[in-house]
């Protein structure tokens, strides 16, 4: 069964969901993103997409740590290693294959746009401090995320005929992808209640309007917004990638689960 | 510069210890085999980004996977500023990655090696960037400021390195009986081909007694490996490794450790592309390049019609 068919009863079973979905999302973001090492179109861009790898699997092991600490566990990245594709609770977009440049810089951009909207509404509704703290710690570094990929989003999109239509194929294909980043579930529903979190729904307007924004300047298309959208990864319900990243990932730490690696 | 009084005069400022810098005047052939060494040890920081980045994905903890991304992201940035002390000669970065990607330059061949489980991973740390740090400490008083400051600042992450491949390599020496093996097998496997690192022997070197003269090196290669292999005998025993070599003795007369013969046969074989892994590197490497071709594409189309645009508002 999966843990996340149990809907949160109390507040600490709320703010311990939300911040396993933060979690998760970072740590498979960056996954995709580490694929990258020594696989980038210039040594530059090596550096920054290690960079943002780091950033994004360092954020994942202080939430990590944080809900074993909630939870009372000695082991703090359990979480990342000892569970199964239908607990993980990550949405969709961040494990699905890394793709070319222009599908991760895509990626990259609209996933830290709504982790900006996303933070900042957190750090507003959060009365946990030392949460609050790990946030604010992050929210540095995701504004570096939005601005990189920002910048890669206007390069490519007016850049060469090659540049823009590789990037509007990427935007146009991870599109079904957004959609579950704005619908609720009881699940969701129980978070806000326990003020932990805020209604998804509202973070919707001030996304699109700050990825009009930066599409425009890039002379690049909205994609169609009446498409079918992909639901169910917030509820473990997957795509087929995330099964495959989690092999890879956890086999020598669940291989030999006695060994001592720290 | 070309003439003898010319020529003396550079070899004065060599033997009083100087610094060559880029607007000096340099015989043609030090500016030559300057490019050939600083590149080579750049293009050696870029594929050895391979073998390592193999493990980021599987890396056992988070933790590990941080070390581990953060090292070969290091990496990436020595291989940047050894491209650029390079330029400093007049070269130019894309013509130097393509030749090694397309042409007759070289990198270490000690990433022709694959990486087969964790513990090489450490062994890497350990005895790679080990005996790296060997050689790069004495780059570090080369005789061409550049390329001497560069290696100043890889010999610092290199020991931060070192010692993290080393205290996990400790680790599963002392481990369950599977990482025991583990740590033994891959120590056996990239022992001879580190010693190999230092290069031929100095009978074999055609370019050491030149690149001593000038100051670019201080050291011989058997020198080098001498000074690593007894270090490296001490630090082995006490984690409980042992080397893979049954005439490894400590020599009174000498106060070094001698040791077997290398296995210079492979050296040459590897060198000259025939090594495990050789072609999959090239391959890798190539595929990232001509992969990478429309992104650089776009980013200088986009930056001249940025220059465009701003010339028309002003």
Redesign the interface.
Same mark, same amino acid.
């Given at each position: 069964m999966s843990t996340f068919d149990e809907i949160p009863k109390t507040q600490q079973e709320a703010l311990r969901t939300v911040v396993l979905w933060l979690a998760d999302d970072r740590l498979i973001h960056g996954h995709r993103l580490s694929e990258w090492a020594g696989h980038g179109p210039e040594l530059e861009e090596d550096l920054a997409l290690a960079n943002m790898a780091l950033d994004m699997i360092g954020h994942a092991s202080s939430l990590y740590a944080y809900v074993a600490k909630l939870e009372g566990r000695e082991e703090e990245d359990y979480h990342a290693y000892f569970r199964d594709d239908i607990d993980f609770t990550n949405c969709a977009m961040v494990e699905l294959p890394r793709g070319d440049f222009a599908f991760t810089m895509a990626r990259q951009f609209l996933f830290s746009v709504h982790a900006f909207l996303l933070y900042q509404a957190l750090m507003d509704v959060l009365e946990d401090e030392e949460l609050a703290g790990i946030l604010k710690k992050h929210f540095k570094e995701i504004r570096y995320h939005l601005r990189h990929s920002g910048e890669w989003m206007r390069r490519l999109g007016d850049g060469t005929d090659e540049s823009r239509e590789r990037v509007q194929h990427a935007l146009d294909d991870l599109w079904m992808y957004t959609g579950e980043l704005f619908t609720s579930n009881a699940h969701i529903e129980a978070t806000v209640r326990f003020e932990v979190f805020t209604d998804p729904a509202t973070l919707h307007a001030p996304w699109m309007e700050m990825v009009r924004q930066v599409l425009d300047d890039a002379t690049l298309t909205m994609p169609d917004q009446n498409q079918y959208m992909f639901d169910g990864a917030r509820q473990g319900r997957h795509t087929e990638h995330l099964g495959r990243l989690l092999a890879e990932m956890q086999f020598l730490r669940r291989s030999y689960p006695d060994a001592s690696w720290t | 510069m070309n003439t003898e009084q010319e020529l003396k005069q550079f070899q004065e400022r060599i033997d009083n210890g100087e610094k060559i810098e880029p607007k000096d005047a340099m015989p043609e052939r030090y500016r030559k085999q300057l490019i050939r060494m600083m590149s080579q040890h750049a293009h050696s920081e870029?594929v050895g &980004? +391979?073998p390592e !980045?193999n493990w980021?994905? %599987? *890396?056992?903890? +988070?933790? %590990? /996977? &941080?070390v581990l +991304? @953060?090292k070969?992201?290091d990496e @990436? !940035?020595h291989? +940047?500023y050894l491209?650029s002390a390079t330029e400093t000669l007049g070269a130019r970065r894309q013509d130097l990655v393509e030749d090694y990607l397309y042409g007759s330059a070289k990198y270490s061949s000690i990433f022709n090696y694959p990486t087969l489980t964790?513990a090489d991973i450490c062994v890497i740390g350990w005895l790679v960037d080990g005996a790296a740090i060997v050689n790069q400490t004495m780059l570090a008083k080369s005789s061409y400021g550049p390329y001497a400051r560069a290696n100043l600042r890889i010999c610092k992450e290199e020991s931060f390195h070192k010692k993290q491949g080393y205290e996990?390599l400790a680790?599963m020496a002392s !481990?369950?009986p599977?990482?025991q093996k583990m740590a033994q097998d891959a120590v056996n496997r990239w022992w001879w081909p580190t010693l190999m690192m230092f290069g031929p022997h100095d009978s074999d070197s055609p370019n050491s007694a030149e690149l001593i003269r000038w100051g670019v090196k201080t050291k011989t290669n058997d020198e080098l490996r001498v000074h690593f292999v007894d270090r490296m005998v001490m630090e082995a025993e006490a984690i409980g490794i042992t080397l893979p070599d049954p005439d490894l003795r400590y020599n009174e007369e000498t106060g070094h450790w001698d040791f077997g013969l290398i296995p210079w046969d492979e050296f040459w074989s590897v060198v000259k592309g025939d090594g495990p892994m050789n072609r999959e590197r090239i391959r *890798?490497r190539r595929? *990232?390049y001509e992969? !990478?071709?429309?992104? %650089?594409?776009?980013?200088t189309?986009?930056a001249r /019609?940025q220059r465009l645009r701003a010339e028309k508002a002003s």
């Open positions: - | 870029i &980004m +391979l !980045g980021i994905t %599987r *890396a056992p903890s +988070l933790k %590990r /996977k &941080m +991304l @953060a070969v992201q @990436a !940035g291989g +940047l491209y964790y996990m680790k !481990g369950t599977e990482q *890798a595929h *990232a992969e !990478g071709a429309w992104v %650089r594409e776009a980013a189309e986009y /019609k």
